[in-house]
C-alpha cells in the first residue's frame, strides 16, 4: 500500500530484486496450498470481492424493484442472484483460487449477509418509484 492507503503493486524491478521472475513465486514452497499467504493482497482482494458483491446487491435491488417482486420472491432473487456470482467468482479464480483467498468457502460467501441491506434500500427504493408512484 502506499501513503495514501490505496494498493498498489509492486513494479517489475522491486520484484526482480526481490527475486521474482515473471510473476512465479520466490521460494520452493511459496504459492502452495498451506504456505502463508501475501496481507495486502489478501486485503486487496477482499476489497475487491465486496465492490463486486455491492454492485451486484445494487443492480439486483433495483432489477427486482422494477420487477415488482415482493415478500420472499425478493429475497429469493437476491440469493439467486448472489449464488450465480459466487458461481462466477468460483469459476473465474478457478483450481488455484487458494492463491487469492484463504478458503473457497471465504470466496463463495464472504459479504452475502452483508450487502442484504444494500439490495433491500434499492429493492424497496425502485419498487415505490415504479409501481406505487
Known sequence: MDPSGTYS???AEAAKRAGHQGG???GPHQGSPGSALNGAALQHNAFLLTYCRT???AVSGCTA???GLTGL???AFYMLASGYLSCLLLAKAGRARWRYFPSAWALASSGVMGEL???ITFWTFLYGMVHVY
Open 55 to 57: 454492485a451486484l446487491a
Open 65 to 67: 424493484g422494477i420487477l
Open 73 to 75: 420472491l425478493g429475497f
Open 24 to 26: 512465479t513465486p520466490a
Open 117 to 119: 441491506i444494500t439490495y
Open 9 to 11: 503493486p509492486p513494479s
